[in-house]
């Protein structure tokens, strides 16, 4: 169904034909397309003069003036002429009118200037009667409206305006409000209706008044038949979703299906409105919790007060029981908000493994994703494995909507929000090493026990002297450094070493040579091996804990 919705309104050749100036009127050829539109009527003479476009324009001529002008009709057709109306008896010398062509000959001649009143009158009374009922559905919305009724009143005055259900949805074709259908009717029209408006229409029947009206049918439950109205909500450029109306039948009126289309598409800038105001507060209501967050992982309350008063103010139950996950905010391709982006892919991770009794909180710190969420378990066994489940089923789903594969971090479950704070460090502790080994998937601090050990000493003034001696002389030489970690990493197997920094075996040995000579020990030494391993494990260990006590430092 591909009608211009104020189609109904418009004045056609059989419309025409029921005037009463028409009286008398034969149609000579084209009696069976009598209901293509008239929107205007120009004299032939002018026609023949001008190379416009007659789309919707019929060409009025006196008998006399066709006389020896048979030729120029099939020109007429060519520029989208489809009514020929004659003032008088047509030519007998005029022949067959080419096929395509509309022709009515007058019993009575009434003159060009009454037929041109009469089709000036019909359009500028269309326009009045569309301009008048636009405005009174502009009216009651924009008054709903500025009265801060919502969304969902907003769309529910759409549908007793049609007095048909009607929805709104996002610009992903989700339905974010409706009225007049039940959830069950709705879900198979909701899909139907999403699949046909993401068909792009063809060029022929999109509409040239700026409006992306579109009336289609759609199957609904049972596979019963519908008619949508949709019409697109833009505001500026920005595209935001649809307004549609919903009719339960296969073939309204043409006379309703008008009306629906200028209700729709007056709608969509006030629900557009709404939409875009409703975003901005649910966006001001996201960063107020992420800095709530951010504030619980860091400790940074100023009394237990402000505490417990912020959590009760965003609906958080401080005293359950918490999982604190991690991962890097790497964006597949450079994009315009990257803030936004993380937060937007965070909320996805979050939104992973879902249960009604579990809540997760997201924030996006620095490039990193935060994800608190409630556990439902309350053995420490049970909360561990919960943890592994969920961060394993995070790691998926940022990996698909990524395509990279990067660790998802987590410390020990944390009973009540004043254990949120260490476990956040252990997960940055555990991210933070996880990167630096190249490590990905689900991460535990508590996998990484060679670390956890050393993380109690990392802060001594004997580990800090370990690294100094041992890594000092080779921070000017990086290359050295990157030989050595390599070299450890194989298990001191020369030939390994040099296989995966692609250099020739004796270029190996000479560089291992040079780190002994700057070191003044073997390095091939096992014991020594040992030494240099632990003071590059120390130095990874004290680089993350600084970032971490620098991030923590700006709140």
């Not at 069976?32 to 476009?53: A, C, F, I, K, M």
């Not at 020109?75 to 007998?92: C, E, M, S």
């Not at 909180?361 to 919960?386: C, F, K, N, P, Q």
Request: proline residues 5%; charged residues 25%; glycine residues 8%.
């Amino acid at each position: 169904m591909a009608a211009t919705p104020t189609d109904s309104e418009r004045m056609t050749v059989a419309g025409l034909l029921d005037e009463s100036l028409m009286s008398g009127a034969r149609v000579v050829a084209g009696a069976d397309r009598l209901g293509v539109e008239l929107s205007w009527v120009l004299p032939l003479n002018e026609v023949l003069t001008q190379h416009d476009p007659l789309d919707a324009v019929a060409v009025y001529a006196r008998p006399e003036s066709l006389v020896g002008n048979g030729a120029a009709l099939s020109a007429l057709i060519a520029r989208g002429a489809t009514t020929l109306l004659v003032d008088g008896a047509i030519p007998a010398d005029l022949g067959h009118p080419p096929e395509g062509l509309i022709v009515i000959e007058f019993g009575i001649p009434v003159g060009f200037a009454a037929l041109n009143r009469l089709l000036a009158e019909r359009a500028l009374s269309q326009e009045v009667h569309v301009m008048r009922y636009s405005t009174h559905v502009h009216a009651s919305l924009a008054g709903l409206f500025h009265r801060g009724a919502g969304l969902e009143i907003l769309v529910r005055e759409v549908s007793n305006l049609a007095r048909n259900p009607a929805v709104a949805l996002d610009a992903r074709g989700h339905v974010v409000a409706c009225n007049g259908v039940t959830p069950d009717v709705l879900a198979p029209l909701a899909d139907s209706v999403s699949e046909m408006l993401a068909t792009d229409l063809p060029a022929s029947e999109r509409r040239s008044d700026g409006h992306d009206t579109r009336i289609q049918p759609v199957t609904g439950l049972h596979d019963s038949v519908w008619t949508c109205v949709a019409s697109a909500i833009r505001l500026g450029k920005s595209f935001e979703g649809w307004v549609v109306i919903l009719v339960p039948t296969a073939e309204p009126g043409h006379h309703d299906l008008a009306r629906y289309a200028v209700l729709t598409e007056q709608a969509t800038a006030i629900v557009g409105s709404e939409m875009l105001r409703q975003r901005s507060v649910d966006e001001a209501e996201e960063r107020a919790r992420g800095d709530f967050v951010q504030a619980l992982v860091h400790g940074s309350f100023s009394s237990e007060h402000d505490m417990r008063a912020r959590a009760e103010h965003h609906d958080i139950e401080l005293d359950s029981r918490f999982g604190v996950f991690v991962a890097p905010g790497v964006l597949p391709r450079r994009v315009d908000n990257p803030t936004a982006s993380m937060v937007r892919l965070a909320r996805y991770a979050a939104g992973v493994a879902p249960h009604p009794s579990v809540n997760a909180y997201v924030t996006v710190i620095g490039d990193v994703l935060v994800v608190v969420r409630t556990l439902r378990s309350e053995d420490g066994a049970a909360m561990r494995e919960e943890m592994t489940d969920y961060a394993r089923a995070m790691s998926v789903e940022l990996e698909r909507r990524r395509g990279l594969r990067e660790p998802v971090a987590y410390g020990r479950p944390a009973c009540g929000a004043g254990e949120v704070r260490e476990s956040y460090r252990e997960a940055r502790v555990a991210l933070g090493i996880a990167r630096r080994l190249h490590r990905t998937g689900p991460t535990s601090y508590q996998e990484l026990r060679g670390f956890t050990v050393l993380a109690q000493v990392a802060e001594t003034q004997e580990s800090r002297q370990l690294v100094r001696d041992v890594l000092g002389p080779l921070r000017s030489a990086p290359d050295l450094l990157e030989t050595l970690s390599t070299y450890l990493a194989e298990g001191g197997n020369v030939n390994a070493t040099a296989r995966v920094l692609n250099v020739h075996r004796n270029t190996m040995l000479a560089k291992l040579d040079r780190v002994s000579r700057l070191l003044g020990m073997d390095i091939k030494v096992p014991e020594n091996q040992f030494t240099v391993w632990l003071a590059i494990r120390l130095d990874l260990l004290d680089e993350v804990r600084s970032a971490i006590d620098r991030e923590a430092s700006f709140r």
